[in-house]
């Protein structure tokens, strides 16, 4: 997998350094020593003079320093750190044996989540360092735009970007990181569309979110590998695509909220057997609940809030064993069984701002009139009552143990997601 050059031509460059730099070094202490004048600062250590635990580090201890010098704030004086031979005790750096050869020591992950840094760009730092794996820098003040060299990093399989002041189109170089599997760009300033290419990566991991994409969701949306799907808070528009059944084997959590969907649900996503969370809420979707819901056997967080949902709640759904969150309000629903009467009892479905006569909260007779006074179609009405699983026991009861962390809920806030498989 690593496709790294020989020691040789390390101990080449590192010759062709100190070829370069020794003699002005050593020639302009002379001459001003010569000259009566006091020699100069003694000039920062090379490559060649420090002592690296490997020849790894020695190369990429002067991309750091250029790196250092470019960075305008460091309000917890983490560059303080960044000093001597000892790079893997610098803050935010850390090193183990690279892939192609377990007795040497490379650079393999930087973290620099929090650290508040600010630079005006990453072109020739990350770019620049051979056996980076991981890089994670959620919460700094970098900008600027994704150089394409980062293509040529064998290694790199994480890149969190997020909560920084990235600008422009969707970041095309990553399309060509080989072995990318975690990509978070969220909270930047990124724009235009995300290519549909996106969703045909081998990625477990997709956020971006809080940004200003506009455009339809693609066809191939399904397509992806992706275990958290999180892209709330754009501008997406379109309908929901059916093509998302393909995805039942993997896919656990979906953010589509706040954004400008339309059309109606489709009944492929009762197919998404691995579903935890799912939250359409705010957008304009519309159309009854297909009852394909209930086989959703391990959903635990459905929010649908804030759309133009109407019909009946069907009771299938509100038989799921797992539901603790099931939030249907500010729509336009009717009807309401005995089973998710239980649920609303339970303080698990919030059916406020609706049209169920003898509920407390709902919408007034002549919201619910003018409402209905405007029919909407559905492409494929037929699908809408069909169940395409056995129906869950009435005796089913909700998970107990402790709360489950949401990956793609803690990627709504600015700071880092815990993300682990």
């Known amino acids: 997998m690593y496709q790294m050059g020989s020691l040789s031509l390390y101990r080449k460059s590192l010759f062709h350094i100190s070829v370069l730099f020794l003699p002005c070094f050593i020639g302009v202490t002379y001459c001003l020593e010569f000259q009566g004048l006091p020699p100069l600062i003694s000039p920062p250590l090379i490559p060649e003079i420090l002592n690296f635990l490997d020849q790894r580090l020695a190369l990429v201890y002067p991309i750091i320093q250029v790196f250092k010098n470019t960075i305008t704030s460091d309000p917890f004086h983490i560059t303080q750190t960044w000093v001597g031979p000892d790079i893997c005790n610098y803050r935010g750096f850390y090193c ?9 020591v490379a650079l393999a992950s930087i973290d620099f989540n929090g650290f508040q840094l600010s630079a005006p760009t990453l072109d020739g730092f ?8 991981l890089f994670h820098a959620n919460s700094n003040k970098f900008s600027g735009s994704i150089s394409p060299k980062i293509t040529k990093l064998p290694f790199l399989y994480e890149l969190d970007i997020s909560n920084n002041n990235f600008f422009g189109n969707f970041p095309m170089e990553i399309f060509r990181i080989p072995g990318l599997s975690f990509l978070d760009i969220r909270f930047n300033f990124f724009t235009g569309t995300v290519p549909p290419q996106v969703f045909s990566l081998r990625l477990d991991a997709l ?33 929901i695509p059916r093509s998302i059944i393909k995805a039942s084997a993997t896919l656990k959590e979906v953010l589509f909220l706040n954004n400008l969907l339309t059309g109606c649900l489709p009944y492929e996503l009762g197919f998404l057997r691995e579903l935890v969370l799912f939250d359409a809420g705010n957008n304009l979707l519309t159309g009854p609940l297909p009852c394909s819901l209930g086989c959703l056997a391990k959903l635990e967080q459905l929010n649908l809030a804030g759309n133009l949902l109407y019909g009946q709640v069907p009771e299938v759904l509100c038989a799921s064993g797992k539901l603790e969150n099931l939030s249907l309000s500010s729509n336009y629903f009717t009807k309401l069984g005995p089973k998710c009467r239980k ?6 479905l919030d059916i406020k701002k609706n049209c169920i006569n003898g509920l407390p909260g709902q919408r007034s007779v002549l919201e619910c009139k003018a409402f209905s006074m405007h029919p909407r179609y559905c492409p494929y009405p037929a699908s809408f009552n069909l169940i395409p699983c056995k129906v869950p026991s009435s005796s089913s009861h909700p998970r107990t143990g402790p709360k489950r962390n949401l990956v793609s809920y803690s990627a709504l806030s600015r700071h880092a997601v815990d993300f682990q498989e």
């Not at 990350?126 to 794996?133: E, F, K, T």
């Open 126 to 133: 990350i770019d620049q360092l051979p056996d980076l794996a």
């Open 207 to 239: 956020f971006l979110n809080n940004n200003n994409f506009i455009q339809k969701l693609p066809e191939n949306l399904g397509s992806t590998t992706a275990l958290y799907l999180t892209l709330a808070n754009n501008k997406f528009v379109g309908p």
């Open 96 to 104: 183990t044996s690279p892939p192609d050869n377990n007795s040497a």
């Open 343 to 348: 649920l609303m009892k339970k303080g698990v």
